[in-house]
Every structure is written in structure tokens, then in C-alpha cells.
């Protein structure tokens, strides 16, 4: 009984997060129908909501907008916004950092998660996932000794990746693993549990009994 209670959890639990995350993306989106006069709205014009629509608005936004900027044109405004937003104290401080964050993540060039580490974390006899963002640079580099033989270091927390640590770790103390930011992700995500040859770990390691010692 107990082992068919389980198994039931392990299949809707999955789904229903999927949809709460989904259908929470999509209520989101739909404010984008703010926008549009009331007169004609969906809900106006139908005489009853219709989900969905404020989403696949949201998209043609953010398509247009690309396509918009692509250009010179689009891009001097752009700047020209940029600059006008910078003018504004509180304002230039969320603004420039959440733009420095999508610029990594989001550009063809950025930085972010270049690979997967290992490194000793939170003390040197444990090691922690972690993935390198870039070299130190400014203040940083002037400050460590050999700056050039350390690298900055993002170490996630699980089962949510988007909080963690943020370090510098000399390069030689860190492990680079053979494997893709999606991958250890996901691991990290699933606690370990989504491992790629979990089982076959498991196997080694009850045959192998104990551990040495490592240096």
C-alpha cells in the first residue's frame, strides 16, 4: 500500500509543480494586457477572460522589441534610455545590476557558468559543486595577492540553484568536471538524485567498502 502511495506522488508531484509554475508564469504575463485600453481587452471584447492571451502578447513584445533593437537606430535609444536611467540614484543601482546579471546569462558572449567545478567547500574536507563565472577584476584583483591564479566561483545551494555563494577559489584547488551546466544542474536540483549512472556508483561503492585516506 505504502509502496503504491509513493509511486503515485512520484508521478503527480512532478506534474502539479510543472502546471503551478506554469500557469503562475502565464497569470504573470497576462498583466501585459494592462496595457491595452480596457474597451479592448479580451475579457471586454468576449465578455469572459481568456488565459493565455496576455502571455503570447508578452512574447510579441519581447520579439518586436529584439527585432527593434537590433538595429542603430534602436540601439542609440536604448543607450539614450540607459543614460537617463542612470541619472535616477535608486533606480541606476537595480537597474545596472539586474542588467549586468541578464547580460551574462542572456548574451551570445556572456560569461556565466563558463564551466563545472568542484571545489572544497564550506571547509576543505568536503566538496561542493560550483560553476566558474569569470576571473577577479577590479578592486578584487588589486586586492589578492596572485590574482591571476584565482577565479570567481559561483557555489549553488540545492534544491534551489539561483541562491549560493559567491568565492574565489585558486585554480588549483578546484577540480574541472567533464560535464554540461545542464547536467549539473539538474543534479543539483535533484539533491544528487538525478546523477547520471547513480546506480552504478551505488554498486562501486558498497564493493569498495571503505575509503582511504587522500591527501
Known sequence: ???????????????AATIWVL???????????????????????????LPGVGAVLSVIVIFVTGLFTA?????????????????IPVVKSVYGSVKNVSDAVFADQGVAFQKVLMVRFPHNDTWAMAFQTAIPAGEVSDRLAES?????VYVPTTPNPTSGY?????????????MSVDVALKQIISMGLASPNNSAASSAGEKNGGCGQQG
Open 166 to 178: 559567491y568565492i574565489f577559489a585558486r585554480k588549483e584547488d578546484v577540480i574541472e568536471l567533464d
Open 23 to 49: 500557469s503562475l508564469l502565464v497569470g504573470v504575463m497576462d498583466k501585459s494586457l494592462l496595457l491595452i485600453p480596457k474597451a479592448y481587452q479580451p475579457e471586454a471584447l468576449l465578455g469572459f477572460p
Open 71 to 87: 538595429n542603430m537606430i534602436g540601439q542609440r535609444l536604448v543607450r539614450f534610455w540607459e543614460k537617463v536611467l542612470n541619472r
Open 1 to 15: 500500500m505504502k509502496k503504491y502511495f509513493i509511486t503515485g506522488i512520484l508521478v503527480w508531484a512532478p506534474l
Open 148 to 152: 591571476g591564479c584565482y577565479i570567481a
